[in-house]
């Protein structure tokens, strides 16, 4: 766990995506397998759940919102992505894929193009989901499962879309990103050229 400007970082455990903490926010919230973990490093961190009010989901995998039923907290969710999990559809949630299941979860939020969540600004970037949202502060990214360091991207064979990604990774190539914090795997500066790898990368994919 460790932390960059204000937003403390932990790490995914397990099958779990990395969780993100600021202010009052809590971006992902893993599998729900490893919540002791998550609570004890945020309380670690010197923050406590209680500081928490909101929950934004970077896409609607079971990997990023299992915990989401642990919380006691508003949930925001791009509209795309929000009618699976009011629907509880287990397929679409990759909870099948984790032999696990997903009850119903109203989202209290759905977020748009635009919006913003205290200093970051919400970016559509389909290709992993149709729903998938960064956040940019005009600094640090918080990507989801659209790019990740190394020049990584989302898999598009769940039900995403490969022209998509391109598109919403040629997009954020062209951001200034100093760091990058990506939906898996480490945080790290020098963000941009990261991206622009992954950008680079995936014209070459199918």
Same mark, same amino acid.
């Given at each position: 766990m460790t932390k960059i400007n204000d937003i403390i970082i932990i790490e995914g455990m397990g099958y779990d995506s990395n969780v993100y903490v600021?202010?009052?926010?809590?971006?992902?919230? !893993?599998? !729900?397998?490893?919540?002791?973990?998550?609570?004890?490093?945020?309380?670690?961190?010197g923050k406590s759940v209680d500081d928490l009010s909101l929950i934004v989901n970077t896409h609607n995998h079971y990997d990023h919102i299992g915990g989401n039923r642990y919380l006691d907290l508003e949930v925001a969710m791009h509209t795309n992505d929000a009618q699976a999990l009011e629907e509880g559809d287990q397929d679409a949630l990759l909870a099948t894929m984790f032999g696990k299941s997903m009850?119903?979860?109203?989202?209290?939020l759905k977020l748009e193009e635009g919006n913003k969540v205290h200093d970051f600004e919400v970016l559509l970037t389909p290709g992993h989901t149709s729903g998938s949202i960064c956040l940019y502060d005009g600094e640090t990214l918080i990507s989801g499962d659209t790019v990740f360091s190394g020049g990584g991207f989302g898999r598009v064979?769940? !039900? !995403?879309?490969?022209?998509?990604?391109?598109?919403?990774?040629?997009?954020?190539?062209?951001?200034?990103?100093?760091y990058l914090l990506p939906g898996h795997g480490p945080a790290v500066e020098d963000g941009s050229r990261h991206i622009k790898?992954?950008?680079?990368?995936s014209t070459g994919y199918y």
């Open positions: 600021f202010e009052d926010v809590i971006v992902d919230t !893993g599998t !729900g397998q490893n919540m002791d973990y998550i609570l004890k490093s945020i309380q670690e961190a009850e119903k979860m109203k989202v209290d064979d769940l !039900g !995403g879309d490969m022209d998509e990604m391109r598109q919403s990774l040629e997009r954020l190539s062209k951001l200034d990103v100093q790898m992954a950008c680079e990368i």
